[in-house]
């Protein structure tokens, strides 16, 4: 049958069986299968093996696919910069998604303080009957953080920089028609072997499912079921009115991309990880009619700096916290939270335990709030990590067709067939 050869079919199926096995067998689900997990840092990727059975499964096809991440973001911003060749377009469009990235991210911003303020999760909270957890590592991670050691961890940001210089020395360089030639077949040859490793894509969602159900439970969710429901609903209005919004002025419908696009999702859904998805986002972009260049430039950079998703849930942590410990923010305290979350949500990419680490940074630097608030959000932040990555997904997906339609660098002929229009 045609649905058996369908990978949304797949992936949905490895979901629910996660969430059933995590939920009815947590002792199996967390099984030790390695006594010590382990890293391999190859700096261009980390690759890295948890310990339990199911975090073993998720973990080791995000890692296989992280190996991808790095040869298609250098082989697609380089072969677009050097197609090009018009090196001030390059620096027009980089500037132009930078503006466009710091506009949505501080409607995001606002929205989720707003929403918080009106909907007040933090209301009636008992915060003793809440179990709590260590957050120290957090904590000292937030002091220690710089723009400097957000660079230098961050191989994504440090391999587009390394692209955009490569790709401006080789377009000035006369045999360019050579390189193109050399490096466009390994282009297709790696993407090809990306498709091959999407096969896995159910083991991972099964996998990361599992784990997650089976270390935290579905009876965790209760205590703050408010606050997740709000997080939810803020970042599902955020996705159908704003991102919605923004592809209606280039006359392009949002829930057809959506659906082009599905199977990432679902992907990113089960592993709660919007890496796993990347380059195969880059290529169904590029599938639909954006340029290579334009993709090229947008996806990474996105990846660092257009965290839609993350910084609803920053600025909605921090409202819900300041509620739950009856801490009264004065208009001038809202907007510097709002200013402090517009500098520090972009760092949120880079560093292991981002949105803690972020948000233990913007609570003490406003000093109003107990940084000891954050044990309350450790128990439900992976179920919150989920929504936080599919809208930073979307999010990225439509910074890119939005920009490439601004640029005239979309081809609507392309965006038709993809979407079965035609």
Known sequence: MK????LTFWVLTAISCGILLGHYYPDFALAPILQKGFKINLWISEFEIKTTFSEFLSSFFISIVKLFIVPIIFLTITLGIISMGDLKKVGKVGAKALLYF???????LIIGVVVANVIRPGDGVITDSIKGGDISKYTKSAEAFSWVKFFWDNVTLQILVLAIVTGVVLSNYSGRQRVIDFLTPISKKIFWALHKVMYLAPIGAFGGMAFTVAKYGLKTLLPLAKLMATVYTTMAIFICVVLWFILRTAKIDLFK???YIREELLIVLGTSSSEAALPSLMEKLENMGCSKSVVGLVVPAGYSFNLDG???YLSMA????????NVHL??????????ILMVTSKGAAGVTGSGFIVLASTLTAIKVIPVEGLALLLGVDRFMSEARAITNFIGNGVATIWLSNNENEFDRAKMRKAFGEQ
């Open 318 to 325: 921090v409202i819900f916290l300041a509620q739950v410990f």
């Open 257 to 259: 991309f959506l659906k």
């Open 102 to 108: 710091e506009v949505v991210t501080t409607v995001a």
């Open 330 to 339: 004065s208009l001038e305290q809202m907007l510097t939270i709002i200013g």
């Open 3 to 6: 649905i058996f050869k369908n």
């Open 310 to 312: 993350t910084t609803i």
